[in-house]
Nanobody
Framework: QVQLVESGGGLVQAGGSLRLACAAS????????MGWFRQAPGKEREFVAV?????????YADDSVKGRFTISRDNAKNTEYLQMNSLKPEDTAVYYC???????????????WGQGTQVTVSS
């Protein structure tokens, strides 16, 4: 069973950047697709981005983050990343990483989740 621990969250001003990391332990994630979701106060958890096991395929939530966020991974370090640039107050949420299965270009099923890391963007 894989365990996931997110880090890198915090308080940042609008327009700033943060880099989230998701460190996996318990087994290698090199054969696993991985993703990021977020949940803002009073809202449902929503998809942010996904990356295939090889890193060759990435997908992002429409418009809300595309062009500002970049998902990546380092299988040698058993770690996934989310680089977030040009942050906006509406990006404020708890960000969760996960491992799952990317079954098509538009369908990703998350499985194991991390505990989340808080990102707060002030205006």
């Amino acid at each position: 069973q894989v365990q996931l621990v997110e880090s890198g969250g915090g308080l940042v001003q609008a327009g700033g950047s943060l880099r989230l990391a998701c460190a996996a332990s318990g087994r290698s994630i090199s054969s696993s697709d991985m993703g990021w979701f977020r949940q803002a106060p009073g809202k449902e958890r929503e998809f942010v981005a996904v990356i295939s096991a090889s890193g060759h395929i990435t997908r992002y939530a429409d418009d809300s983050v595309k062009g500002r966020f970049t998902i990546s991974r380092d299988n040698a370090k058993n770690t996934e990343y989310l680089q977030m640039n040009s942050l906006k107050p509406e990006d404020t949420a708890v960000y969760y990483c996960n491992v799952g299965r990317l079954v098509s270009s538009s369908t990703y099923y998350p499985d194991t989740w991390g505990q989340g890391t808080q990102v707060t963007v002030s205006s």
